[in-house]
């Protein structure tokens, strides 16, 4: 099974593919958490992500096609959940090409649907932990300990990228870049959309009739 998960950044992607894959025993490949856990060994392709990552802008598609391109062989699980790949056309194009050699294709796309002002509200109040990447929100889902994981008990981070100036530009690179992805499943009848404003069981139970 691939299912890939569309929507704005801070339109719960994250939160509701941790639960879908451990339920469906899927593996959750979340580029975001590759590349920051890349910027954080310090690795060349970390470092040279960084600054588009800081600035809110995405990283390059050779860069990223690249990076999944390894990932799609052979999950030791019963398939594959994308969270956060493809932002772009061509990041879409280039998984159908590397599906279709393997003689398969994605079975659903997901799109989570959440208005502009309500994105801008959840993702001013974001905290992660950096260990294990668990979100946490201020006010719609605080952690039991402040600035502390409930999982790992590490100290919870903001990311550079949930700054005011960097969310206002991550959300027009999406409006730009990542929208039209959204009609190439859609063209492809695969595209299945979920009222993301809802509260997170709500849109997890209703994940579970999309996915099946
Ligand atoms: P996320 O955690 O999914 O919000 O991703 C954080 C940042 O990583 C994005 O703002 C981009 O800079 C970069 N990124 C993640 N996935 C992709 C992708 N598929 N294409 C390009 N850049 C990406």
């Known amino acids: 099974m691939l299912i890939v998960f569309l929507g704005a950044p801070g339109a719960g992607k994250g939160t509701q593919a941790k639960t879908l894959a451990a339920e ?3 593996t959750h490949l979340a580029t ?29 598609d050779d860069v990223m096609i690249g990076m999944i391109q390894g990932r799609l062989e052979s999950p030791r699980s019963d398939g594959i959940l994308l969270d956060g790949f493809p932002r772009t056309v061509a990041q879409a194009q280039a998984l159908d090409d590397a599906l279709s050699a393997a003689d398969t294709s994605v079975d659903r796309s997901i799109y ?6 309500e994105l801008v ?9 950096p260990d294990c990447q668990r979100a946490y929100h ?20 903001r990311r550079e990228d949930d700054k005011p100036e960097a969310v ?45």
């Open 32 to 60: 975001g958490d590759l590349l920051r856990a890349e910027v954080a060994a310090g690795s060349e392709l970390g470092l040279a992500a960084k600054a588009f990552m800081d600035r809110g802008d995405l990283v390059p």
């Open 112 to 117: 989570f649907e959440v208005s502009e002002d």
């Open 24 to 26: 469906k025993n899927l």
């Open 168 to 212: 206002r530009n991550r959300l027009k690179v999406y409006e730009t870049q990542t929208t039209p992805v959204l009609d190439h499943y859609r063209n492809a009848g695969k595209l299945v959309q979920v009222d993301g404003e809802q509260s997170i069981d709500a849109v997890q139970s209703d994940l579970a009739a999309a996915v099946g």
């Open 121 to 129: 509200r959840r993702l001013a109040g974001r905290s992660t932990c």
């Open 138 to 157: 201020d006010t719609f889902n605080p952690p039991q300990n402040a600035d502390k994981c409930d999982d790992c008990d590490e100290g919870l981070i």
